[in-house]
């Protein structure tokens, strides 16, 4: 039997509707769109296109489902375009294929979601086929943005626990990711899956409301940002818990006693945008992780891909190759403190 490699990924797939404004209006006022364009959004989409576009070599797959329409279409073709294999990416009668309107402040980067689940919503264990692929590493996103998946099964634990277990019982490794959400969806909806998970992706907002510990003090990263991913990793029973933050990321977990990596230099005037900057990290430290990386080269790939995010206001059209991700951490990397 041939040894595991690449990562299929499944979640949400959506067509994001990005629309650049002047300024974000008061209520019944008005702002201008200075610039709009089409682009991948969801977890899932997201990491996939963003391994492409870092040149991965190993295989990438995707599960999930779309609708019989223009925008599961034009999601197809994108994923032929970046060699994703969407066998597992399933056409759900009746539904539409999910879409986001994201409204993006010229000036600050700052973005506002409107967002339609469409065939999202219906994904359900059983479109998840781990018996068909060779993948080493299995992602899932976002909980909390899965209306089915986050559903509790018979023994009131969410869905997703069990496609999750269901990878890890085929020889998968696993991730997650999931959308900011009030403390109670995250008490009920995600720490029951986290068991089932060997890394979790977090920022700083869902971490506060995770643990109750203040992890920002005056629009600042304090250090009990620390405390909050060891609490996390002490709470989920995760392998990896990965925090990250404007400022930077952190690492901890059950043989990881902590790694700080700083955000790279980026001036404002630079951003277009930061939609999809945290699956951009997710994808550059999986990237790292797929091939066994140590977790500092793992974060100093995740931040500068992240970066590179930034300089487009789609999700994924400013991520750059790997070689160039690194060139841009050395030119504009931080000291850790």
């Known amino acids: 039997m041939s040894a595991r490699s690449g ?21 019944d006022a008005l702002a201008t769109i200075v610039a709009e364009s089409l682009g991948n959004g969801g977890s899932a989409y997201n990491v996939l296109k963003d391994l492409a576009k870092l040149g991965t070599r190993f295989p990438l797959e995707g599960i999930g489902l779309v609708g019989d329409d223009d925008r ?18 399933r056409v759900e009668p009746g539904a539409a294929t999910s879409y986001t309107d994201v409204m993006t402040v010229r000036a600050t980067g700052r973005r506002t979601f409107f967002h339609q689940p469409g065939a999202n919503a219906k994904l359900s264990p059983e479109h998840f086929d781990f018996g068909a692929t060779r993948a080493r590493h299995f992602h899932l996103g976002y909980l909390l943005l899965l209306d089915t998946l986050d559903a509790r099964d018979a023994t009131g634990v969410p869905r997703a626990a069990g496609v999750l277990g269901a990878a890890r019982a085929a020889g998968l490794t696993t991730s997650v990711d999931i959308v900011s959400a009030p403390p109670l969806r995250f008490k009920h909806g995600v720490l029951p899956v986290l068991p089932q998970v060997d890394c979790l992706f977090i ?4 971490a506060t409301h995770a643990t109750g510990i203040a992890v920002r003090e005056r629009g600042h990263l304090n250090h009990d940002a620390v405390e909050a991913a060891a609490r996390l990793l002490h709470l989920a029973g995760a392998r990896l818990v990965v925090f990250h933050a404007p400022e930077g990321a952190f690492s901890v977990g059950e043989k990881e006693p902590g790694t700080w990596q700083p955000s790279l230099r980026i001036d404002a005037s630079e951003m277009r945008g930061a939609a999809g900057a945290g699956d951009a990290f997710a994808a550059g430290f999986l990237l790292g992780w797929h091939e066994r990386w140590s977790v500092s080269r793992c974060l100093r790939l995740a931040v500068a891909t992240a970066a590179t995010s930034l300089f487009h206001p789609t999700c994924s059209d400013g991520v750059r190759p790997l070689a160039d991700c690194f060139r841009l951490a050395d030119e504009r990397g931080q000291p850790a403190d």
């Open 7 to 27: 990562v299929i990924a499944g979640g949400n797939w959506i067509v994001d509707q990005v629309k650049l404004l002047d300024t974000w209006p008061e209520q």
């Open 203 to 206: 920022n700083d907002y869902e």
């Open 72 to 89: 599961g279409r034009w999601i197809a073709a994108d994923c032929a375009s970046h060699r994703i294999d969407a066998r597992q990416l």
